[in-house]
């Protein structure tokens, strides 16, 4: 399960996102009547399909997946915990309808009404990650009802169980996360390109848009970020206790960066910087920081999971500080000359900031979901509790299966779109007859043009 | 209020399974019709006219089983728990096949040499079998009775492999067969008119659609007596209870279709398919009622939080008012493709 989600959310950043730079970028070619502004929508609204194809799978799996892997868990809180998923459902239709609307209107619709169509993609996009985090939330910071007699909730509460205490930083931070990374993946296939020479306008604009947006969301994910920590020092006291693996609780507690907590409550390998754990989490060194040995080491993460989430948790921060410095360089070179940065570790950097920004969603994920152990829902119901009582070989066969299927799926995703660039650039070399073949028809999979 | 909420939601969640069965039917049929048309003539004809008829339809019609799932465990916790807890075998082989499919009918696109490409044909095929045999075998297993509350009431495999879950797979694999073959009627006259040669598909698939209805309601009538066996209180409401109207309208739908073609009338045959094939779904559903599962929990009983029920209706209310007129823009815009081409 955990492994289904983490795939999943590699193809969300994409799907919520690349819709927005898509529009903009149509925006773009259409206000300066720029031909290569408008090739570079066209291109990306065909992986915009792909991947919204390949989503819709994987999503399709996962809805069923609750039910196989974890029926007791639904079977008590499905309706205080599912109502999110009604929403995501719906929106995710209507994304795909639309995709499948801005696909076909590319030559059949005028491309004023085509364009504003298109908008109605990013909002709906927003909206099913939405979605998606009333359900997280709600496990996290859950809220909105009594416990009846049977352990069921009772008198549930709409508004409560949809807007839980973590509601609202989640879902900036993922917001964010998701725009900045899509923005930084796709800015660093042009940055690749740009660094092997093929410095044209082409590849400027298909580098200047997403990357600037990715500036100026990354400094913003920053301060975000760190209101979140904060909310889950209040909130949920043991995984912060784990992400910043602090044993003994005290006040002056320093910050570990890196570093291993060993099972007697010792931290090796690791650099303390003195008090400041204490000063970022109540603004003075003197709060004080619970720590792991205060809760009962069954209600708590164990010393292996809070070394797991402590170091997610140092790697997402740390790329969240590189991509703040590549921004800094992006900002200073503009105000400068008026120009992208000339040196070519500059784009070697956004070269790799695309991929940086998926380990940060990754280590992210990590943090939140493996913080939370051992409880599927927080103090409510561990995660032993959820499982399907089946005979655990049941349990590896399935996540065998699942393996060698994902890694079929990946197969074809990425080789589909390194076919679909190959094929571009032959378009762009003008090695064969340009447009007779529209981008949006050259995708073997996905919505096309009846 | 609350009562009537609930038999609302659980109205939701049955047209949800009804609309993946009639278009998700029609794409799995269309993958059937592939799997056989290795022993026939015009081979490659008949895969180029299913993947021409297949390619725009992707993997939209899941979003119809996400919803089922979706409105059955935020509507009905105690069902969903139950039913995944004593059939969860077959749910991981529909998933399978689900996944298998998508990715070979895409593979085939792009494979390159014949051996791979009928490779990619065989998976495509099977796993079109497989997929909709196992959805309908879950129906047929609740049906039966042998889905409990919070768990089967005999051994796993043996409320899987129940006669009339196996029953229900069969009815599902002829429908899907009808329904694809009957809408393929409809794709290769438009393929035909578009392109203005080939061999003669709407004949081919004319009598297919034939061959597939009378099996479709040969099945079906053992199903029933079947029912009657196993399962008293489903049978009586199909037989005498609100199912009935429902199995009278699938039984005319499904001979009317087979009249049309059979005389070589082209119109209404598709609706009259979804007709079909719909109240097939209906029939079972409607002939359930009160119960979610028969003799054991009741729509009531199995309800999750009214207030929560209620906002999922609202929800679900709202989002067709979107949804529909979206989806009537697309299907104009397809529409005009067919034309300028």
Not at chain 1, 333 to 338: P, S
């Amino acid at each position: 399960m955990a492994f289904t989600l983490a795939y999943h959310i590699i193809l969300v950043p994409l799907g919520v996102a690349l819709p927005l730079l898509t529009v903009v970028m149509e925006g773009i070619g259409l206000r300066r009547n720029d031909p290569v502004a408008l090739r570079l929508a066209r291109r990306w609204s065909v992986v915009m399909a792909v991947q919204f194809a390949v989503g819709a799978v994987t999503g399709t799996i996962l809805s069923f997946e609750f039910g196989i892997l974890w029926p007791r868990m639904m079977g008590r809180f499905g309706d205080a915990f599912g109502i999110g998923f009604g929403i995501e459902g719906w929106a995710f239709f209507l994304e795909a309808i639309f995709i499948g609307i801005y696909l076909y209107g590319w030559k059949r619709l005028p491309p004023k009404l085509h364009y504003r169509l298109g908008w109605v993609l990013p909002p709906s996009g927003v909206l099913g990650a939405f979605g998606v985090i009333i359900a997280n939330s709600w496990m996290n910071t859950p809220a909105g009802f009594q416990l009846g007699p049977d352990g069921r909730p009772i008198n549930v509460d709409v508004v409560g169980a949809i807007f839980t205490p973590a509601l609202g930083y989640e879902f900036w931070h993922l917001i964010v996360a998701l725009y900045m990374t899509a923005s930084f993946m796709v800015a660093s296939v042009y940055a690749v390109g740009w660094l092997r020479g093929r410095q044209d306008r082409y590849h400027r604009l298909g580098f200047t848009v997403p990357f600037t947006i990715g500036a100026v969301l990354a400094p913003i994910q920053f301060v975000i970020g760190d209101i979140a920590t904060r909310a889950v020092f209040e909130g949920q006291p043991a995984k912060f206790a784990a992400m910043e693996i602090t044993w003994k609780t005290q006040s002056h507690n320093p910050e570990w960066l890196g570093g291993v907590l060993q099972a007697d409550g010792s931290v090796v390998l690791g650099l303390p910087i003195p008090s400041l754990d204490s000063l970022l989490a109540g603004f003075s060194s003197d709060t004080v920081v619970k720590g792991l040995s205060t809760f009962n080491s069954s209600d708590r993460p164990s010393v292996v999971d809070a070394n797991f989430v402590h170091l997610s948790f140092d790697v997402m921060v740390g790329l969240g500080s590189i991509a703040c410095l590549l921004t800094l360089w992006y900002a200073a070179a503009w105000i400068r000359h008026r120009d992208l940065p000339r040196s070519k570790w500059f784009f070697r950097g956004a070269a790799l900031a695309g991929v940086g920004s998926y380990i940060a969603i990754e280590a992210g994920w990590i943090t939140t979901e493996v913080g939370r152990q051992p409880w599927i829902v927080y103090n409510l119901m561990r995660v032993t509790d959820a499982v399907n009582p089946v005979d655990p070989t049941y349990i590896w066969i399935m996540f065998g299966t699942l393996l060698v299927v994902y890694a079929v799926i990946a197969f074809f995703f990425v080789t589909l779109l390194l076919r679909l660039s190959a094929r571009w650039r032959v378009d762009d070399e003008g090695r064969r007859g340009d447009e007779d073949l529209a981008p949006e028809e050259a995708a073997p999979y996905g919505p096309r043009p009846a | 209020m609350t009562t009537l909420v609930s038999y609302g939601v659980a109205g939701a969640l049955l047209l949800a399974v009804t609309a993946y069965s009639t278009a998700g039917g029609t794409d799995y049929g269309a993958g059937i019709w592939d799997l056989l048309a290795g022993r026939f003539r015009h081979t490659g004809e008949v895969r180029a006219l299913i993947d021409h008829a297949m390619a725009p339809v992707w993997e939209a019609n899941n979003v119809w089983l996400v919803f089922s799932a979706v409105i059955c465990w935020t509507g009905f916790p105690l069902l969903y728990e139950s039913v995944f807890l004593s059939l969860y075998p077959l749910f991981a082989l529909a998933l399978l096949a689900l996944i298998l499919r998508g990715a070979f009918f895409a593979f085939r696109k792009v494979a390159t040499s014949g051996n791979s490409r009928l490779l990619a044909s065989r998976v495509f095929g099977l796993s079109s079998l497989l997929a909709p045999f196992s959805f309908a075998a879950a129906l047929g297993a609740i049906a039966s009775g042998k889905v409990g509350v919070g768990g089967p009431v005999v051994p796993v495999w043996q409320a899987c492999l129940d006669p009339l879950a196996i029953a229900f797979g069969a009815v599902a694999l002829t429908a899907t067969a009808f329904s694809g073959a009957s809408f393929l009627v409809g794709d290769s006259r438009r393929y035909r008119a578009s392109h203005g040669q080939g061999p003669d598909l709407v004949e081919y698939f004319r009598r297919r659609t034939v061959v597939a209805a009378v099996a479709l309601l040969g099945v079906s009538l053992v199903v029933l007596l079947l029912i009657a066996a196993e399962s008293p209180t489903v049978f009586r409401g199909m037989v005498a209870g609100l199912g009935l109207p429902f199995a009278i309208t699938a039984v005319l739908a499904v001979l009317a279709v087979a009249t049309l073609m059979w005389r070589r009338v082209y119109r209404w045959f598709r609706v009259l398919t979804v007709v079909g094939v719909g109240s097939f779904v209906f029939a079972w559903g409607f002939g359930q009622v009160p119960y979610v599962l028969p003799g054991r929990l009741t729509i009531q009983q199995a309800a999750g939080a009214p207030a929560i029920e209620a906002l999922l209706l609202v929800i679900t209310l709202v989002a067709l008012l979107l949804v529909v007129p979206s989806l009537f823009l697309l299907y104009t815009l397809d529409q005009r493709s067919a034309l300028e081409s």
